[in-house]
C-alpha cells in the first residue's frame, strides 16, 4: 500500500514538473549574500551586519574579489550592476568595458584577412576598465557607509594575503592559464609564484595591488583615472603596444540605464539592456515558451529540452544581427520583444524537431565555455536587492598584469565582432551591429537579474559564462517558476545551452542517458560539457532569504 502512495507521489511530482528536492539552500531571515568565493561573501556579510546596505556590500565585495577571485573579480575589468531598492526604484549601472579611442574597425585583422589572437592577449586585447568608476558612480549615488570602509578590507587581503582555494591554485596551473600567465613576467611573477607554480593553502600576498587599492580607498576612482594608477597604467600600455591612453581613462564614463523590465507568468522580470544581450534574450526566449505548456513534461525531459532550445536558437540567430551598443546602434530590442513577432517565432518551431541552424536566419523585424566571469547577489536587511556581474572577460582576461600596479587587465576587446560575420573566442557569430569603433562598449551577455511576485522581491540571480550566461539564468528561473525547484535544486540541475551557431546543443554531465537519445532523434548534435554557468542565486519567500552559491563552484552564501 505505502509502495502505491508513493509511487502517486512520485508520479504526480513527474507530471507536474515538481521536482523532489535533494539540496537546502542556506536560510536566513534578514540579509544574504551569495559570491563564487568564501572570504567576498564574508566581507559581504559584514557589512551588512554593520549597517551596511546592499549598494556598500557590492562596493565591498567587488574589491575582495578583485584580491581572492584574481581569475574573474578585477578592478581591470567592467560589468554591470542592477539594483532594486525596497521602495521600488530601480537603476542599472553600466560599467562595461569601451574601446580606446585609437581602437579601429580592422585592428584584429592580419594581412592575410583573418582574424588574429590580438584580441584575446596582450595589451591590444583591452577595453578601459569601467570596475572603479562604477562601483564609485554605485556607492555615490545609493551607499550608505564610508567609501574607505569598504574598501579596507580588500586593501587587507591583499596585504595580508590569503590561503588559495583547491580550484583557485588548480586554476592557476592550469595549462591554458598557466601558458598564457607566463608570457608576462609580472603576471608570471605574482599569480604563479615566478614559475613554482602556488599548492592549494599557500597564501597569495599582493603588495602591489594593495597599494593600488589604498590610494583608490584614500582618493577614489580620480586616482584610478587620472593620478598614480593612471600614469604607470598608461605608460605601460604604451611600452608594449597597447591602445589605452592617459586621456581614455580620464574619459571613461560609468553609466547610468534604465533597466530593461518584461513579464512571464504574472511575474516581472527586471534585468540588463543593451549593451547586454541578456536582458532581451531572456525576455524574448520566455516569451516564446510562455502559454506554450512545455514545462508538462518536466524538467529535463527531451520535450521541454527541445522546446526551449529551440527558442534559444532563435534568439541567438537574432542576437548575430541586431545586438550592439545602444549609444552607437539602434537596438531594434521592442521589435524583438513584440507579441507577434515573439508569436511568428513559436509558431516556427517543430515540435517534433530540431530546426537545423542553417535553415534558420536572424528575423525580419520589418514586417562556448569559458567560465570566467562572476556574479554575486545581494539582499540587504531592509529589502534592497544588488545583482551584479563582472569580468575580465576570460580567465585572468588579457593574462596582462599592470606593472606596479598588480591587477590584471581584461581582454574585453574579443567581445566585439573582430570580423563580422565570423565566430568570436565562444564561436559566436556578431554583425556590423557590434563592429569596433572607438569608445564603443562591446557587447556583453551578463545577464544580473531580479524578479518580482505581486510587486514583492522574489529572486536574485546572474551568472558568468559568456553567451551561456544568457541560458544559464534563463534555465534557472523556469526551474524554479516552471519546475517548482526550490533554489537550491534550481541551481544544481543541469544546464544546456544553443546558441544557434555552431548547430549543436551543448549538455552538461547529469542528463538522463534516455533525454540525450531522444533528442538525437529529433535531429540535434549533442555536445557534452562539464559544467555551465556559476549561479549565485537568493530567492525570498514567506519571510525568509534563502540563498545558493552553485555548486560546481567554491561560492557560498550565507546569510543572518
Ligand atoms: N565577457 C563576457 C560577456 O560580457 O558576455
Redesign the pocket.
Known amino acids: 500500500m505505502r509502495k502505491v502512495v508513493l509511487l502517486a507521489v512520485v508520479l504526480a511530482a513527474a507530471s507536474s514538473g515538481i521536482a523532489v528536492s535533494s539540496r537546502q539552500p542556506v536560510r536566513a531571515r534578514h540579509a544574504m549574500v551569495a559570491t563564487r568565493e568564501h572570504h567576498a561573501t564574508d566581507v559581504g556579510l559584514a557589512v551588512l551586519k554593520s549597517g551596511g546596505n546592499a549598494i556598500d556590500a557590492a562596493v565591498a565585495i567587488g574589491f575582495a574579489l578583485s584580491v581572492t577571485h584574481p581569475s574573474a573579480g578585477n578592478v581591470g575589468g567592467g560589468?554591470f550592476l542592477l539594483a532594486r531598492f525596497a521602495d521600488g526604484r530601480t537603476t542599472f549601472i553600466d560599467f562595461?568595458e569601451r574601446a580606446p579611442q585609437k581602437a579601429s574597425r580592422d585592428m584584429y585583422i592580419g594581412p592575410d584577412g583573418k582574424a588574429t589572437k590580438d584580441s584575446l592577449v596582450g595589451y591590444r586585447a583591452s577595453g578601459v576598465p569601467g570596475t572603479v568608476r562604477g562601483l564609485e558612480m554605485a556607492h555615490k549615488k545609493y551607499g550608505r557607509k564610508p567609501w574607505s570602509e569598504l574598501i579596507e578590507p580588500a586593501v587587507q587581503l591583499a596585504s595580508q594575503g590569503f590561503p588559495l582555494s583547491y580550484g583557485d591554485a588548480r586554476s592557476l596551473r592550469s595549462k591554458h592559464t598557466s601558458e598564457r600567465l607566463s608570457r608576462f613576467p609580472e603576471s608570471k611573477r605574482i599569480f604563479l609564484n615566478d614559475g613554482k607554480y602556488f599548492e592549494p593553502g599557500d597564501r597569495l600576498q599582493q603588495p602591489e595591488l594593495a597599494r593600488t587599492l589604498q590610494r583608490v580607498r584614500d582618493m577614489g576612482a580620480k586616482d584610478f583615472y587620472e593620478g598614480e594608477t593612471a600614469s604607470p597604467l598608461a605608460a605601460d600600455m604604451q611600452a608594449h603596444g597597447g591602445l589605452i591612453t592617459l586621456n581614455d581613462l580620464k574619459n571613461y564614463k560609468a553609466m547610468e540605464r534604465k533597466p530593461l523590465e518584461g513579464a512571464y507568468r504574472g511575474y516581472a522580470i527586471i534585468t540588463a539592456p543593451p549593451p547586454?544581450?541578456?536582458g532581451v534574450g531572456i525576455l524574448q526566449i520566455l516569451g516564446v515558451l510562455e502559454g506554450t505548456g512545455y514545462e508538462k513534461s518536466g524538467a529535463g525531459s527531451a520535450a521541454a529540452t527541445h522546446f526551449m532550445t529551440e527558442a534559444m536558437r532563435r534568439y541567438f540567430a537574432d542576437r548575430s544581427e541586431y545586438m550592439g551598443d545602444p549609444d552607437f546602434y539602434k537596438v531594434p530590442v521592442s521589435a524583438l520583444l513584440n507579441p507577434k513577432y515573439i508569436g511568428h517565432l513559436r509558431q516556427s518551431i517543430d515540435p517534433e524537431q530540431a530546426t537545423g541552424s542553417p535553415k534558420l536566419h536572424p528575423g525580419n523585424l520589418g514586417a562556448y565555455e569559458?567560465a570566467?566571469?562572476t556574479h554575486y547577489s545581494i539582499v540587504d536587511a531592509d529589502g534592497n536587492a544588488v545583482a551584479v556581474?563582472y569580468?575580465?572577460?576570460?580567465g585572468y582576461g588579457s593574462a596582462v598584469t599592470a606593472e606596479k600596479l598588480g591587477f590584471l587587465l581584461?581582454n574585453?576587446m574579443?567581445?566585439f565582432a573582430a570580423k563580422p560575420g565570423e565566430p568570436n573566442d565562444?564561436g559566436l557569430i556578431q554583425g556590423e551591429a557590434n563592429a569596433i569603433q572607438p569608445r564603443k562598449t562591446?557587447?556583453?551577455?551578463?545577464t544580473p537579474a531580479i524578479v518580482l511576485r505581486d510587486g514583492k522581491l522574489y529572486l536574485v540571480l546572474g551568472s558568468?559564462?559568456?553567451?551561456t550566461?544568457i541560458n544559464t539564468v534563463l534555465e534557472v528561473f523556469v526551474n524554479v517558476v516552471d519546475f517548482g525547484m526550490n533554489i537550491a535544486d534550481a541551481v544544481d540541475a543541469p544546464r544546456f545551452h544553443h546558441q544557434w551557431m555552431p548547430d549543436a546543443l551543448y549538455m552538461e554531465t547529469g542528463f538522463s542517458p534516455d533525454t540525450i537519445a531522444l533528442l538525437k532523434a529529433r535531429g540535434y548534435t549533442i555536445k557534452m560539457v562539464n559544467a555551465q554557468g556559476e549561479v549565485a542565486a537568493i530567492l525570498s519567500e514567506n519571510g525568509w532569504l534563502e540563498g545558493s552559491a552553485d555548486p560546481r563552484t567554491e561560492g557560498t552564501a550565507r546569510g543572518y
Open positions: 560589468g562595461r547586454s544581450s541578456g569559458s570566467e566571469t556581474t569580468t575580465l572577460n576570460d581584461n574585453e574579443d567581445d565562444y562591446p557587447l556583453s551577455s551578463m558568468p559564462g559568456g553567451p550566461i
